[in-house]
């Protein structure tokens, strides 16, 4: 009897594509705040799925993936209205990880990447904001990719943080990753110019690593390294990655808020502890203290966009450490959500394109190691991901 993983909150659903193309004979889900033609998403809370009505159309992103052949067969659970990198979700569940049913899965795209890892579908679509969908592709030893902020349309799709949010997407492999990418991108591949010269190091990523994490992803690391003319190690963050990870978390508590608030305050939704604690944070924030963080924020990107250029590539741990165990909670969880944000952070502050790679396990649990590229290089980064690493990890 085959596993229910528990990804869906929709397994019924089933839209053929509209026409052909090079996505024809791929299956996908999309995480449940997608607008999907005559379905109404749940944004991971039964209250928002009450108070709101079935969409009209497709979501720009969804339609582009039916235009060229590719099949829509499901929506998948997320964390209430995104605000988690857990996927543990107090109303529908949690997805079932399936590399370890002991652990977590990651958030906020939880189902998304449960769906691709369990093998239901060939990709899914999440979204990314502070690591939703690179964190449970890392946990769920699969491919993710969070693309240059504002390079996939994010019309029909419910909001977190506009200033951070971006569509991504989840596979198993990474031709199929590419493919999905340049037909959401809308740009043909281009085999031409794909080395990267200079490789970085993120000195100061690494040290946010657990000992068995670094053990486990210097060996891949060092070969990556093989692959440029010139190496450096560089701290990235010369304020430290917890300053940038501060001002990233504010920047987005505000525009959560904007975007939410008044509906929470109107409707009262039941959330789950955590969720419940995030928001009545975020509702403390004020737009006049977001000055100072506006201001990081620019000169992180000026900064990390002349470090990568058209010709760097930055190499960081995905995440700390492998998956935690579910149903955690107190200090070291808390601890372990600080260090995963000050690492997802980055590409989020900066705006840059990041894939996650599973490059190896440590005790039969999965751990990714990320390659960040710089501004609008994504079909060039995954195109190098798919050319020289794909044969190393599989």
């Given at each position: 009897?085959?596993?229910?993983?528990?990804a869906f909150?929709n397994k019924?659903?089933?839209?053929?594509?509209?026409?052909?193309?090079?996505?024809d004979?791929?299956?996908f889900?999309?995480?449940?705040?997608f607008?999907?033609k005559?379905h109404t998403?749940?944004?991971?809370?039964?209250?928002?799925?009450?108070?709101?009505?079935?969409?009209?159309?497709?979501?720009p992103?969804?339609a582009?993936?039916?235009?060229?052949?590719?099949k829509?067969v499901g929506t998948?659970?997320?964390?209430e209205?995104?605000?988690?990198?857990?996927g543990?979700?107090?109303?529908?569940?949690?997805?079932?990880?399936?590399?370890?049913?002991k652990?977590?899965?990651?958030?906020s795209?939880?189902?998304?990447a449960?769906a691709?890892?369990?093998?239901?579908?060939?990709?899914?679509?999440?979204?990314?904001?502070g690591?939703?969908v690179?964190?449970?592709?890392?946990y769920?030893?699969?491919?993710?990719?969070?693309?240059?902020?504002?390079?996939?349309?994010?019309?029909?799709v419910v909001?977190?943080?506009?200033s951070?949010d971006?569509?991504g997407v989840?596979?198993?492999?990474?031709?199929?990753?590419l493919?999905?990418a340049?037909?959401?991108?809308?740009?043909?591949l281009?085999?031409t110019?794909?080395k990267?010269?200079?490789?970085?190091?993120?000195?100061?990523t690494?040290?946010?690593?657990?000992?068995?994490?670094?053990?486990?992803l210097s060996?891949?690391?060092?070969?990556?390294?093989?692959f440029g003319?010139?190496?450096?190690?560089?701290k990235?963050?010369?304020?430290?990655?917890?300053?940038?990870?501060?001002?990233?978390?504010?920047?987005?508590?505000?525009?959560i808020?904007?975007n939410?608030?008044?509906?929470?305050?109107?409707v009262?939704?039941t959330?789950?502890p955590?969720i419940?604690?995030?928001?009545q944070?975020?509702s403390t924030?004020?737009?006049?203290?977001?000055?100072?963080?506006?201001?990081?924020?620019g000169?992180?990107?000026?900064?990390?966009t002349?470090?990568?250029?058209?010709?760097?590539?930055?190499?960081?741990?995905?995440?700390?450490?492998?998956?935690?165990?579910?149903?955690?909670?107190?200090?070291?969880?808390?601890?372990?959500?600080s260090?995963?944000m000050?690492?997802s952070?980055?590409?989020?502050?900066?705006?840059?394109?990041?894939?996650?790679?599973?490059?190896?396990?440590?005790?039969?649990v999965?751990?990714?190691?990320?390659?960040?590229?710089?501004?609008?290089?994504?079909?060039?980064?995954l195109?190098?991901?798919?050319?020289?690493?794909?044969?190393?990890?599989?």
């Amino acid at each position: 009897m085959k596993m229910d993983y528990h990804a869906f909150v929709n397994k019924d659903l089933n839209v053929k594509p509209t026409s052909s193309g090079r996505l024809d004979g791929l299956t996908f889900a999309v995480k449940d705040i997608f607008d999907i033609k005559n379905h109404t998403c749940t944004a991971g809370n039964p209250d928002w799925l009450r108070t709101h009505d079935p969409a009209e159309e497709y979501a720009p992103a969804v339609a582009r993936l039916l235009n060229k052949g590719a099949k829509l067969v499901g929506t998948t659970i997320t964390d209430e209205l995104m605000y988690s990198l857990n996927g543990e979700n107090y109303h529908y569940g949690t997805p079932v990880n399936p590399k370890d049913s002991k652990r977590i899965p990651g958030g906020s795209s939880s189902g998304s990447a449960v769906a691709v890892s369990a093998e239901i579908v060939d990709f899914a679509l999440g979204t990314d904001t502070g690591g939703s969908v690179r964190i449970p592709a890392a946990y769920c030893g699969i491919y993710g990719y969070r693309p240059t902020h504002g390079l996939i349309p994010l019309e029909g799709v419910v909001p977190l943080a506009q200033s951070f949010d971006t569509v991504g997407v989840l596979s198993r492999e990474t031709n199929v990753l590419l493919k999905v990418a340049s037909t959401l991108i809308e740009k043909e591949l281009n085999e031409t110019g794909l080395k990267f010269k200079r490789i970085i190091i993120g000195e100061d990523t690494f040290s946010l690593a657990d000992k068995e994490s670094n053990e486990a992803l210097s060996p891949f690391v060092s070969w990556i390294e093989s692959f440029g003319n010139q190496i450096f190690h560089y701290k990235i963050a010369k304020e430290g990655l917890l300053t940038w990870s501060t001002a990233f978390r504010t920047l987005q508590g505000i525009e959560i808020w904007k975007n939410h608030g008044e509906w929470i305050k109107k409707v009262k939704p039941t959330f789950g502890p955590d969720i419940n604690d995030r928001f009545q944070w975020a509702s403390t924030l004020k737009e006049l203290d977001s000055k100072p963080y506006k201001e990081l924020r620019g000169d992180i990107q000026k900064r990390m966009t002349e470090l990568l250029a058209d010709d760097g590539l930055l190499v960081i741990p995905t995440v700390p450490g492998v998956a935690p165990l579910c149903q955690q909670s107190g200090d070291a969880i808390e601890k372990r959500r600080s260090q995963t944000m000050q690492l997802s952070g980055i590409a989020g502050m900066a705006g840059l394109p990041q894939i996650t790679i599973p490059v190896t396990e440590i005790n039969g649990v999965p751990i990714g190691l990320s390659i960040i590229a710089g501004p609008h290089e994504d079909l060039r980064l995954l195109q190098w991901v798919n050319k020289h690493l794909k044969q190393r990890i599989n």
